[in-house]
């Protein structure tokens, strides 16, 4: 089975600070994506990249970026963050041929 | 715009109850669909795909079925134990991996 790690569960910040949410999967699958999830709004697309140094905007890019130099390693960047970046992020890996996604643990960030 | 809907949003059985939760979507261009498993506080597990040319998946107590023609897929669950509390998720997938979300159905089986 695919293995896909995210560096933490839980994280707290403050207002402004630079976040980075990591993400590292054990096979060799093209297609990563970040999802954020937050109560009666589901899970919504934020960012994904179907190769190394490749990265398209998802449904909700705003005050994020995202880096991806090598092709296990996918990594969620918020600029300044903001209260209500507040969520549960996760990161999937795809395979580009069968299709099956599967996700990491979640990082549940809270922002002060 | 696809959009994915899930009923019941949730749903409470006593054990050892048969159950099925439904899922439908609006638009029958997909490329598979996927239902996941999520417990609180925790990432998703993959429970089943169905690819677009499929009608079903079976994994032990599970079956999915996939209708594209009516945007419809249902996941059944044999024997309900109370470990099978949780929320289901179906997401219907595009072209490239990219996954949209229903809003789950909060399972519980009472002892």
């Known amino acids: 089975d695919v293995k896909v790690t995210q560096s933490s569960r839980y994280l707290v910040k403050r207002t402004g600070e630079k976040v980075f949410l990591e993400c590292v999967q054990d096979?060799?699958?093209?297609?990563m994506f970040w999802y954020r999830q937050d109560p009666g709004l589901g899970l919504r697309l934020i960012y994904f990249s179907y190769d190394v140094k490749m990265k398209e905007k998802g449904d909700i890019p705003e005050g994020y970026s995202v880096s991806r130099e090598k092709k296990e390693r996918f990594s969620l960047i918020l600029e300044s963050a903001s209260t209500n970046q507040t969520s549960m992020y996760l990161c999937?890996?795809?395979?580009?041929?069968?299709?099956?996604?599967?996700f990491g643990q979640g990082t549940r960030l809270t922002v002060v | 715009k696809q959009e994915v809907t899930q009923i019941p949003a949730a749903l409470s059985v006593p054990e050892g109850e048969n159950l099925v939760l439904n899922c439908s979507f609006t638009?029958?261009?997909?490329?598979?669909l996927q239902w996941f498993r999520q417990d609180p506080g925790k990432g998703l597990t993959s429970l089943l795909l169905i690819q677009s040319s499929q009608r079903e998946q079976t994994s032990g107590r599970l079956n999915a079925s996939l209708d594209k023609s009516s945007g419809r897929s249902t996941l059944y669950i044999a024997a309900s134990q109370p470990g099978d509390s949780a929320t289901y998720l179906c997401?219907?997938?595009?072209?490239?991996?990219?996954?949209?979300f229903g809003q789950g159905t909060e399972l519980s089986v009472k002892p």
């Open positions: 997401a219907v997938g595009g072209q490239g991996g990219k996954l949209i």
């Open positions: 638009d029958s261009a997909i490329y598979n």
């Open positions: 096979m060799d699958h093209e297609n």
């Open positions: 999937a890996a795809v395979s580009a041929g069968y299709n099956e996604a599967f």
